[in-house]
Every structure is written in structure tokens, then in C-alpha cells.
């Protein structure tokens, strides 16, 4: 991170921000944790008033180092002060489905919003902190209140595979795998529903469909099988 000599005007303002933000809607779903996130356009449309309000502008540019994308962000003040935090990165993988450049714009869209979000302390998914530890309440803890007696009643067992019939069964499949790849990387499991849901090339509600739950879910597989060397 680089800064101005001074920051006392430029952390002063982004007080003021916090201070003034509103909730901002979670207004997107993950089919993956049944929870909801908020997007970047949601984030801007907040945010973006009270940072030109109290004499803030951030700028976020885009940067492509050893197969990630990503983007850096500069926030400056009236004052001549300024902030410029290093780059938020995430590794592209080949996306069948999509072209380069519409799976560099959606891993720049996603590496966007969580920089913003945590330059300005702005919670952009449900908080799933705290559930108890146990394979039992980390399932728990990806099924929305609600829902979790439908993703019951679409999914069971499939011979020795165990894996549930149903896109939600598929999907409550694919977050046990995402645990194992993010308690073996350190990645959050949002980032890697987030970046596979990329690769794959299917927004949230397509998700639903049952063939492209399927298809999310061999992907998810692929990726732990070559963290494990099994390919």
C-alpha cells in the first residue's frame, strides 16, 4: 500500500462515509450457501454519493499479472492526500463457455467489489460466522432458512457416489467439495463459488436447472481432484 506523508484529512473522510452509509440490500442470490450478496452496481449507487460528498474519489483500474486479473484502487481526497491499495488478484482458469474477455470482465467485476468493500468496512455477503463446527452445521450453514426443506425433499441418495439428485441436492454436493478446497487453499468459499460460477459461465437463477448444476458441480470436482493430484 502507498500513501500520502499525511492522512489525517483522507481517514477523516472515510470516517464520515462509514458513518453516513446506508444497509445496502443484499440483492443477488448464491444458490451454492442460499445466501444473498450485494453487487457491485448496489455497492456504487450507495457508496459513490458520500465519497464525492465528503471530498472523496476512488478510482479502480484494472491489472493482469501471471494468469490473474484483478484491480487496484486509489482513493484521494481534496486535501492532495491519498490511499493506494495493492492490487486484489485472482487466478483465471479456462472458461469453455465464455471468451476471454467476458471472463476477464467478470473476474474484474467480482475482484472490484471486494476492494471497495473492504477499503469502506461494507458487509457484501450474510455473515455465516459463528455456526458450529461439524459437517452437520457447516450443511446447515449453506441452507437459506426456508429452503432447506425443499433442497431435503429434491435431493437423495445415488448409489455409492452419494451424491443428491435435484440442482439443490447437486449444489448442498458441490459446497462440501468447496469446504475441502478452501480449507486446503485458504480461499473463502464465497471466492470460489464466485470464481468457478464464473467458469463455468452460469448466472445464480441458471444454477437452478438441474444439467447446469451438474456441470458447476464436475467443475468444482475437477478443481479439487487437481489440488489433490488425482488427474
Known amino acids: 500500500m502507498d500513501r500520502s506523508e499525511s492522512i489525517k484529512e483522507i481517514t477523516a473522510a472515510i470516517a464520515k462515509v462509514q458513518g453516513e452509509l446506508p444497509v445496502i440490500d443484499k440483492d443477488r442470490d448464491n444458490p451454492i450457501s442460499h445466501s444473498k450478496y450485494a453487487n457491485l452496481d448496489s455497492i456504487n449507487k450507495a457508496l459513490l454519493p458520500l465519497t464525492s460528498k465528503n471530498g472523496l474519489a476512488v478510482m479502480q483500474y484494472p491489472?493482469?499479472?501471471d494468469n490473474k486479473i484483478g484491480c487496484g484502487t486509489i482513493v484521494t481526497h481534496t486535501s492532495g492526500e491519498y490511499i493506494h491499495f495493492d492490487p486484489y488478484l485472482i487466478t483465471v482458469d479456462g472458461n469453455k463457455r465464455m471468451s476471454a474477455a467476458q471472463e476477464g470482465g467478470s473476474t474484474l467485476t467480482y475482484a472490484k467489489r471486494?476492494?471497495?468493500?473492504?477499503?469502506?468496512?461494507i458487509v457484501t455477503d450474510e455473515d455465516k460466522d459463528g455456526v458450529q463446527s461439524g459437517s452437520q452445521n457447516k450443511q446447515q450453514n449453506y441452507q437459506k432458512q426456508g429452503q432447506s426443506g425443499r433442497a431435503h425433499n429434491q435431493s437423495n441418495n445415488h448409489g455409492k457416489s452419494g451424491i443428491s439428485t435435484g440442482a439443490s441436492g447437486i449444489l448442498n454436493n458441490a459446497s462440501k467439495i468447496i469446504q475441502k478446497i478452501s480449507?486446503?487453499?485458504g480461499e473463502t468459499e464465497p471466492d470460489i463459488y464466485q470464481r468457478i460460477k464464473g467458469q463455468v459461465g452460469f448466472d445464480d437463477t441458471e444454477l437452478n436447472e438441474v444439467s447446469n448444476a451438474a456441470k458447476f458441480f464436475n467443475e468444482v470436482q475437477n478443481q479439487w481432484q487437481s489440488l489433490e493430484g488425482n488427474k
Not at 471486494?114 to 468496512?121: C, P
Request: net charge positive; hydrophobic share 35%; no cysteine.
Open 183 to 185: 480449507s486446503k487453499t
Open 63 to 65: 491489472v493482469n499479472k
Open 114 to 121: 471486494y476492494q471497495i468493500s473492504a477499503i469502506f468496512g
